[in-house]
């Protein structure tokens, strides 16, 4: 599978990361790499930040670890972004990661570069891992904003981890193929 992990990493490189392939996870689907992150950034009893409204489905997988979701609300007159002073407020020492999704399902919204920005800087602020399911990147709708990973500056690779969590299956409207992954940018201290 290291040929499938470098053809990850050629695709999702950026300026400012230097992946090799142990950055990156092969998975059965976007879904198990979404578990693949969860589990290894937390553990029973801990907390995470989750959108609301967001993807049951990763609610599910995150219960199956005993962890509780902490709410943070989408705002429908803002173009569905969140509050970060909220965001900011829900954080606590048993806060392991914030879950993002976007483009949002089941919201359609897509973020802009300055929203994902902020919420770059507060989980650097907040020394919190993020774990960014951008398995709808492809369908922005021609509003395509860089990702999560492509916002981060070369000052700040080593203050954030994030984790990507993608896959074939939406990106080739293929959901049989089952075909997903991580990639973990950033630092590796949160690991
Ligand atoms: C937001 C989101 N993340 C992850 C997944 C999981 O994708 P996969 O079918 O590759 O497991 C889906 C599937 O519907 C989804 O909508």
Not at 9 to 27: E, R
Not at 81 to 102: G, H, R, Y
Not at 113 to 128: F, G, V
Request: charged share 25%; proline share 5%; aromatic share 10%.
């Amino acid at each position: 599978m290291e040929s499938g992990r470098a053809a990850v990493i050629k695709k999702f490189a950026t300026k400012s990361h230097q992946l090799t392939t142990d950055d990156v996870f092969l998975t059965a689907g976007g879904s198990m790499a979404l578990w693949a992150s969860m589990n290894l950034l937390s553990g029973k009893g801990d907390n995470y930040l989750f959108p609301s409204p967001g993807f049951p489905l990763s609610l599910t997988i995150a219960q199956s670890m005993n962890l509780t979701p902490k709410l943070y609300h989408l705002q429908a007159d803002n173009n569905w972004q969140a509050d970060i002073s909220e965001m900011e407020k829900l954080i606590d020492e048993k806060t392991k990661f914030v879950l993002v999704n976007d483009p949002s399902n089941p919201l359609g919204s897509v973020w802009s570069a300055e929203h994902k920005r902020e919420i770059i800087e507060l989980c650097i602020r907040k020394k919190i891992p993020l774990i960014a399911d951008e398995i709808y990147e492809e369908m922005s709708y021609g509003t395509h904003a860089p990702t999560f990973a492509e916002l981060i500056k070369p000052d700040e690779v080593d203050k954030i981890t994030v984790f990507k969590c993608s896959g074939l299956t939406k990106r080739y409207l293929a959901p049989g193929w089952r075909m997903g992954w991580a990639i973990i940018y950033g630092s590796k201290q949160a690991q």
